[in-house]
């Protein structure tokens, strides 16, 4: 392994490696699953990755080169990476020699830009609702479009079942069924309990933008990688 100039927490250091998130990896050294030179790991211990270090009896190869992806994720693909039950996974489409994983979450039912990467860090900042990162959507809906549903989402929408109201949200009437909205936190289904709660109920769910990163001109199913000047300007949103 090739040496750190400054240790680090091993937690930060598996989530280097693309093993998993720093909280996993938390729980991971919890369970007693890590070793550092044949030793159980401890939680907040630093290394420096001249180390041997194990996660569930496999030897890390030190950290990955940091990569991101936009991927179209297609209607009815679940966003998990492994489930018995599930017709179809990520896993089943995206085929990269690096394992990644997925930063945020689209339901089965909808579809659209889904960042994958094997950066923990990263996933641990878009992952955490209280960064505040805007996330666009193109939304179809079974009712005409009214006014009072559009201020309803500028200022927020009591949630009753999650007892929650959501932040403010820049939204705008495309068509009479039709309406982009830009929302700044991930509640569980937040746009349609959103449309619910107006009496509408949404036909199609497209997310075409996450912070800095467009969707564009993917088509369902495809991916790609995000170049330098993207990702970086993905990290300096999310600081």
Same mark, same amino acid.
């Given at each position: 392994?090739?040496? +750190?100039?400054?240790? &680090?927490? !091993? ?10 998130? $720093? $909280?996993?990896?938390?729980?991971? !050294? ?22 041997? &270090? *194990? ?21 009815? !693909? ?14 089943? !489409? ?31 900042? +878009? +992952? ?17 479009? *009214?006014?009072? +549903? ?31 909205? &830009? ?23 497209? $997310? ?32």
């Amino acid at each position: 392994m090739n040496k +750190m100039n400054e240790p &680090i927490r !091993i937690n930060k250091y598996i989530a280097s490696c693309g093993i998993c998130s $720093r $909280r996993d990896a938390d729980k991971l !050294i919890d369970e007693g699953k890590v070793f550092v030179n044949g030793q159980l790991a401890s939680s907040g211990q630093k290394v420096d990755g001249s180390e041997t &270090i *194990s996660v569930n009896g496999k030897v890390l190869s030190g950290p990955d080169k940091k990569v991101v992806l936009a991927f179209y994720k297609p209607v009815g !693909i679940t966003c998990t990476e492994r489930d018995p039950h599930a017709e179809a996974v990520i896993n089943d !489409i995206v085929k990269y020699p690096v394992r990644v994983t997925y930063a945020g979450r689209l339901d089965k039912e909808s579809e659209g830009l889904l960042l994958l990467t094997n950066d923990g860090e990263l996933i641990d900042k +878009m +992952m955490r609702g209280a960064n505040a990162h805007e996330k666009e959507y193109i939304v179809r809906v079974d009712k005409k479009i *009214s006014e009072d +549903m559009l201020t309803r989402f500028e200022k927020g929408v009591f949630l009753k079942e999650l007892d929650v109201t959501t932040r403010p949200a820049k939204v705008k009437k495309l068509s009479d069924y039709t309406f982009e909205i &830009i929302i700044s936190q991930g509640l569980n289904r937040q746009i349609r309990r959103m449309c619910q709660a107006c009496n509408c109920k949404v036909l199609s769910l497209k $997310r075409v933008r996450v912070v800095n990163v467009l969707l564009d001109k993917l088509k369902p199913g495809q991916f790609r990688e995000l170049d330098e000047a993207e990702i970086c300007s993905l990290r300096e949103a999310l600081n």
